[in-house]
């Protein structure tokens, strides 16, 4: 039978709920069961081979955010999200020199913890979770190794996106500045390179990334030269005097991929709003605070990892006992939201948008008179 991404999510919606004590359990033992995983897996002889003998602390870290990622999936129920993300998880760690047989080796080590840290009963259900996991691990190969689809592009911006992405990837400044400056004449110009060049030009170049064709360095480049471009063609085109209100944009703690947060705070300013951009990695704390002294109308953050969705429910959640914030919209978008719009309702937000566009269709329909 031939392995689809399809097949495969309609096989993991078949997996039983967990219940939610036994979630709580899981969240409340997190720490101390990724310990026991971080230790188990560094004292096996064979680990740097497993690890294509990148750090451990890269290991870690995997450990780290996969306990996040499942207190999510069990949470929610998002068997979904799941088959979408392990597939992911080989490629990304796999094109980086992690041997595929890491993968069963590690989520047993999980199972292992998992009886030793919950109650039997409790944890006989999640460990079926990592058990379909395992059972499913050659196929999750096979969709590793399969391309990955880009994002669509109009045909008449098709081959300018090509020529920028090249340039990108050469880090070529000067002549993406000179593309971007041949188009970009007003606020609709500025979201056309945006959305047909920027966005699906840098999700090519994270592809790339994740199937080890291009280094970090390169993928660092690229994201810097898009960060000048932005920079210097923004100042280009007038803004919008009317003023339609605060916003505050960020990514999500955890969150190093900023360009689309910027996009979005971008055109946000120019079509009128009061915009404070925070950037990447903004702690759930401090965006909390700088809500309650800034008082915005509008709310925007990016996700892109999975592993970052309950760290931005808690936020949201917060926000909404505040009785002072109570006519505060939040907006969220980013890569795990376009696979998974299930996700809008987990974290209480009260709309999506998967670019500038749709932003811009959304803070209108919820501008306030």
């Known amino acids: 039978m031939e392995v689809t991404l399809s097949s495969i999510i ?36 064979d680990i740097m081979e497993l690890l294509g003998y990148n ?20 949470g929610v129920g998002g068997y979904e999200l799941l088959a979408r993300t392990v597939p992911w998880v080989y490629r990304s760690y796999h094109s980086h020199g992690f041997s595929y047989d890491y993968f069963p080796i590690e989520l047993e080590a999980w199972q292992k913890a998992i009886s030793r840290c919950l109650d039997k009963e409790l944890g006989r259900e999640i460990s079926a979770v990592y058990s379909w996991m395992i059972d499913a691990h050659d196929k ?20 300018i996106k090509e020529d920028f992405r090249n340039r990108l990837l050469e880090g070529d400044f000067q002549g993406c500045l000179a593309i971007a400056n041949h188009y970009v004449i007003d606020q609709q110009t500025l979201q056309a390179l945006y ?20 280094s970090v360095a390169q993928e660092h480049l690229a994201s810097a030269v898009v960060a000048r471009i932005m920079a210097t063609i923004g100042s280009t085109v007038s803004v919008s005097e009317k003023t339609k209100g605060k916003a505050i944009v960020t ?39 700088m809500v309650d002294d800034f008082y915005p109308d509008l709310l925007a ?26 006519d ?35 803070t209108r329909n919820w501008q306030r008179p």
């Open 251 to 289: 990514s999500a703690v955890n969150e190093f991929h900023e360009i689309g947060a910027w996009m979005i705070s971008d055109v946000l300013y120019h079509d009128g709003w009061q915009v404070r951009y925070l950037g990447a990695n903004t702690p759930g704390t401090d965006l909390l605070t």
């Open 328 to 362: 505060l919209k939040v907006m969220v978008g980013g890569r795990v939201f376009n696979d998974n719009p299930e996700l809008l309702e987990f974290v209480g937000a009260h709309g999506f948008a998967a670019n500038t566009d749709e932003a811009l269709r959304l």
């Open 10 to 45: 309609e096989d993991a919606t078949k997996i039983p709920l967990v219940p939610l004590a036994s979630v709580a359990e899981y969240r409340q033992k997190t720490e101390e069961m990724t310990s026991l995983v971080d230790a188990e897996l560094a004292s096996r002889p």
């Open 55 to 74: 750090a451990l602390q890269v290991m870690y870290e995997n450990h780290k955010h996969h306990a996040l990622f499942m207190a999510t999936v069990l």
């Open 140 to 159: 999750m190969i096979k969709l590793a190794e399969m391309p990955g689809d880009d994002l669509p592009v109009s045909e008449q911006w098709f081959e």
């Open 301 to 326: 953050i990016s996700v892109t990892m999975p592993f970052s969705i309950t760290a931005v429910k808690n936020v949201i959640a917060s926000i909404k006992e505040n009785v002072l914030h109570k």
């Open 195 to 214: 959305l047909q060049i920027i966005q699906p030009a840098m999700y090519e170049i994270g592809m790339l990334w994740e199937e080890a064709k291009i």
